[in-house]
């Protein structure tokens, strides 16, 4: 008898239930489709429901392949996710990074805080940055790198060239990567801090640099780049307790006593004109001295290792452009562009390092975007909206760079002069722009031009193969390559 009154008002409940639910459902997906501040950005309909496409792209390191594929559908301007856009125009670089300062980096950034701590980097406060970002912009002037950095340079690099010559007469193979990223650690760290990290140290051409298990668990997290660092804090402590990494313990503590080791010095009164000392003679405290220089380490090892190793992988695949170097060297045409500097550029521009978008927030005033390729139709976005170009887009856009995939570093340069157009400067972004670009984009590139004129000089290349022919980056972040994929080379005898 109580199921036959039980079992109408279960019924009725259940039914009650589902149409509430549906009902939310459309409203939801009416709102989305016509009500919401984005409701007129092209996109797909799942990515105006939801971020979990974006957050899953994140993850699996397809973020920029899918957003090109969006492009070539809806056109310049599309919709990541509800909150989140994403623009495939260089005309679009100056309102959102340049002008008047820029937009602000979006909170996600703060998923790279170290320890709770906020580094130059990570951000998004214009004032905090300021304080940092002032007191050590000197070390990264041309001028001064070009001056008190070129004998620590030109010491690594001749470190770079000595263990290729090892590995050709010794065990015939090297892989690119972990030397790349040797010398990056040891220039920045030699010219930044004043003391070598010591990545050539007892390297005997086949174990892996001590540094890399710390930069690789940095760089695996770039898969979280826009989960929330509080999140990520658990995940981790998770992680930890599920997974230790002997590896990663050991690798962490050597990063540590390093840096320790240069605060205490820099407290003492040396390290003169480090970065380090002068963080800490501005008033910043020494436990967050310590996080700026690991994350220097961090930025200085993974990013400019990626661009060398495969700059270098490339001019194996292509040794005409190490012979044409050479001839440079010797008695190359004079212009305002070389060939150096055109490899270089190149290598910046296939290497892709930090392919993604880098989102910035809509100021409170709104902002209109009018694509440069002309057409009548502009968007409003509104504010709070997070806003962002990848190099990935633009690096790869055939127009602006035909056949995209090759790397020729002749598309920059002929006879010495530059025959870049104004789209091909425009749409370097290796480095990002504006106000938070890059603070270190000078030694990167003076890193480069060293040890590209170095390894020019020396013929060490020669004979050289490259062990996998192709490789494949993962849309992280900072790239990396994916599975099945090295930057081995190989000299046969
Ligand atoms: C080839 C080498 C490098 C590449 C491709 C690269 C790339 C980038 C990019 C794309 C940004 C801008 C991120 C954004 O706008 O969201 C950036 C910022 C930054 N990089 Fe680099 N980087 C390189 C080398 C270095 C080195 C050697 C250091 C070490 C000192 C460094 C330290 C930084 C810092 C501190 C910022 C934050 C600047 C700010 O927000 O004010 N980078 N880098």
Not at 65 to 92: E, R, T, W
Not at 137 to 144: G, R
Not at 268 to 286: A, C, H, M, N, W
């Given at each position: 008898m109580l199921d036959g009154v039980l079992q109408p008002l279960i019924a009725n409940a259940t039914s009650s239930i589902v149409i509430l639910s549906l009902t939310l459902l459309l409203a939801y997906l009416c709102y989305a489709l016509?009500?919401?501040?984005?409701?007129?950005?092209?996109?797909?309909l799942h990515r105006r429901l939801s971020s979990i496409p974006l957050l899953v792209s994140n993850y699996r390191g397809t973020e920029s392949s899918q957003a090109a594929s969006l492009h070539a559908k809806y056109g310049p301007i599309v919709l990541l996710g509800p909150n989140d856009v994403h623009i495939n125009d260089g005309g679009a670089i100056a309102p959102i990074y340049?002008?008047?300062?820029?937009f602000r980096k979006a909170p996600y950034y703060h998923s790279t805080d170290i320890d709770g701590l906020q580094t130059i980097f990570s951000t998004t406060d214009p004032e905090y940055r300021a304080v940092r970002a002032k007191a050590v912009a000197?070390?990264?002037?041309t001028s001064k790198i070009q001056s008190d950095g070129a004998r620590i340079l030109h010491d690594c690099a001749d470190d770079f060239v000595a263990a290729l010559k090892k590995a050709k007469n010794g065990v015939h193979e090297i892989d690119l990567i972990d030397l790349a990223r040797r010398y990056s650690l040891d220039a920045m760290s030699g010219y930044v801090f004043g003391k070598r990290y010591g990545a050539f140290t007892d390297y005997t051409g086949t174990e892996t640099l001590s540094a890399t298990p710390y930069v690789n668990f940095i760089q695996a997290f770039t898969r979280f780049f826009l989960v929330p660092n509080w999140i990520l804090g658990y995940l981790l402590a998770f992680l930890g307790s599920v997974y230790p990494n002997q590896e990663f313990e050991t690798s962490t503590e050597k990063v540590t006593s390093y840096v320790q080791s240069l605060v205490d010095e820099a407290k003492q009164g040396g390290g003169k004109d480090t970065f380090q000392k002068r963080l800490l003679d501005v008033g910043i405290s020494e436990a967050e001295t310590m996080v700026q220089c690991e994350d220097a380490i961090f930025a200085g090892t993974d990013a400019p290792g990626t661009t060398l190793g495969l700059l270098v992988w490339n001019l194996v695949k292509q040794p005409e452009y190490i012979r044409g170097l050479r001839h440079e060297l010797t008695d190359g045409p004079m212009g305002n562009m070389s060939l150096l500097r055109a490899t270089v550029q190149e290598g910046n521009r296939t290497s892709l390092a930090n392919p993604v978008r880098l989102p910035r927030i809509v100021p409170p005033q709104g902002w209109t975007y009018t694509p440069?390729?002309?057409?009548k139709k502009s968007y409003h976005v509104p504010a709070g909206t997070a806003v962002g170009i990848s190099a990935y887009s633009l690096h790869l856009n055939e127009t602006t760079?035909?056949?995209?995939?090759e790397f020729n570093p002749r598309r920059w340069v002929e006879n010495g002069q530059s025959i870049a157009t104004r789209e091909m400067n425009r749409d370097l972004f290796a480095f990002g722009a504006g106000s938070r670009q890059c603070i270190a984009q000078n030694l990167a590139m003076e890193e480069m031009f060293v040890v590209i004129r170095r390894l020019a000089e020396s013929e060490?290349?020669?004979g050289a193969q490259v062990v996998c022919e192709e490789v494949r980056l993962g849309e992280w972040f900072n790239t990396r390559l994916r599975d099945g994929c090295n930057l081995k080379i190989r000299w046969t005898v």
């Amino acid at each position: 008898m109580l199921d036959g009154v039980l079992q109408p008002l279960i019924a009725n409940a259940t039914s009650s239930i589902v149409i509430l639910s549906l009902t939310l459902l459309l409203a939801y997906l009416c709102y989305a489709l016509f009500s919401h501040p984005l409701s007129h950005i092209p996109g797909p309909l799942h990515r105006r429901l939801s971020s979990i496409p974006l957050l899953v792209s994140n993850y699996r390191g397809t973020e920029s392949s899918q957003a090109a594929s969006l492009h070539a559908k809806y056109g310049p301007i599309v919709l990541l996710g509800p909150n989140d856009v994403h623009i495939n125009d260089g005309g679009a670089i100056a309102p959102i990074y340049v002008e008047k300062g820029g937009f602000r980096k979006a909170p996600y950034y703060h998923s790279t805080d170290i320890d709770g701590l906020q580094t130059i980097f990570s951000t998004t406060d214009p004032e905090y940055r300021a304080v940092r970002a002032k007191a050590v912009a000197p070390i990264f002037a041309t001028s001064k790198i070009q001056s008190d950095g070129a004998r620590i340079l030109h010491d690594c690099a001749d470190d770079f060239v000595a263990a290729l010559k090892k590995a050709k007469n010794g065990v015939h193979e090297i892989d690119l990567i972990d030397l790349a990223r040797r010398y990056s650690l040891d220039a920045m760290s030699g010219y930044v801090f004043g003391k070598r990290y010591g990545a050539f140290t007892d390297y005997t051409g086949t174990e892996t640099l001590s540094a890399t298990p710390y930069v690789n668990f940095i760089q695996a997290f770039t898969r979280f780049f826009l989960v929330p660092n509080w999140i990520l804090g658990y995940l981790l402590a998770f992680l930890g307790s599920v997974y230790p990494n002997q590896e990663f313990e050991t690798s962490t503590e050597k990063v540590t006593s390093y840096v320790q080791s240069l605060v205490d010095e820099a407290k003492q009164g040396g390290g003169k004109d480090t970065f380090q000392k002068r963080l800490l003679d501005v008033g910043i405290s020494e436990a967050e001295t310590m996080v700026q220089c690991e994350d220097a380490i961090f930025a200085g090892t993974d990013a400019p290792g990626t661009t060398l190793g495969l700059l270098v992988w490339n001019l194996v695949k292509q040794p005409e452009y190490i012979r044409g170097l050479r001839h440079e060297l010797t008695d190359g045409p004079m212009g305002n562009m070389s060939l150096l500097r055109a490899t270089v550029q190149e290598g910046n521009r296939t290497s892709l390092a930090n392919p993604v978008r880098l989102p910035r927030i809509v100021p409170p005033q709104g902002w209109t975007y009018t694509p440069s390729a002309g057409g009548k139709k502009s968007y409003h976005v509104p504010a709070g909206t997070a806003v962002g170009i990848s190099a990935y887009s633009l690096h790869l856009n055939e127009t602006t760079f035909p056949s995209p995939h090759e790397f020729n570093p002749r598309r920059w340069v002929e006879n010495g002069q530059s025959i870049a157009t104004r789209e091909m400067n425009r749409d370097l972004f290796a480095f990002g722009a504006g106000s938070r670009q890059c603070i270190a984009q000078n030694l990167a590139m003076e890193e480069m031009f060293v040890v590209i004129r170095r390894l020019a000089e020396s013929e060490v290349l020669t004979g050289a193969q490259v062990v996998c022919e192709e490789v494949r980056l993962g849309e992280w972040f900072n790239t990396r390559l994916r599975d099945g994929c090295n930057l081995k080379i190989r000299w046969t005898v």
